[in-house]
């Protein structure tokens, strides 16, 4: 069973930035969907950015040029670089993998932002 681990979320000042990591138990070199989600208290869990394996990048416009999305297949790892944050980004962030038709979602790592 795939196992990802999240790391890199804490506390910062708005304006701030944080580099968040997941890292896979698994070779994630022929995994085609990979993605960072959040879930803020009481709000469902939303997409942040995904990435494909050819290297192309979506994002939620809200985060559209402040967090960059990408992956190291050779460390098996995918990161989200956080820039300009903001206090309505305050939430868990949560990485996950599709791989034959199975997701699995890393255990979360909280990011709050300060005002």
């Known amino acids: 069973q795939v196992q990802l681990v999240e790391s890199g979320g804490g506390l910062v000042q708005a304006g701030g930035s944080l580099r968040l990591s997941c890292a896979a138990s698994?070779?994630?070199?022929?995994?085609?969907?990979m993605g960072w989600y959040r879930q803020a208290p009481g709000k469902q869990r939303d997409l942040v950015a995904s990435?494909?394996?050819?290297?192309?990048?979506n994002y939620v416009d809200s985060v559209k040029g402040r967090f960059t999305i990408s992956r190291d297949n050779a460390k098996n790892t995918m990161y989200l670089q956080m820039n300009s944050l903001k206090p309505e980004d305050t939430a868990l962030y949560y990485c996950?993998?599709?791989?034959?038709?199975?997701?699995?979602w890393g255990q979360g790592t909280q990011v709050t932002v300060s005002s």
């Open positions: 996950m993998i599709k791989r034959y038709g199975v997701i699995t």
């Open positions: 990435i494909i394996s050819g290297g192309n990048t």
């Open positions: 698994t070779n994630i070199f022929s995994i085609n969907a």
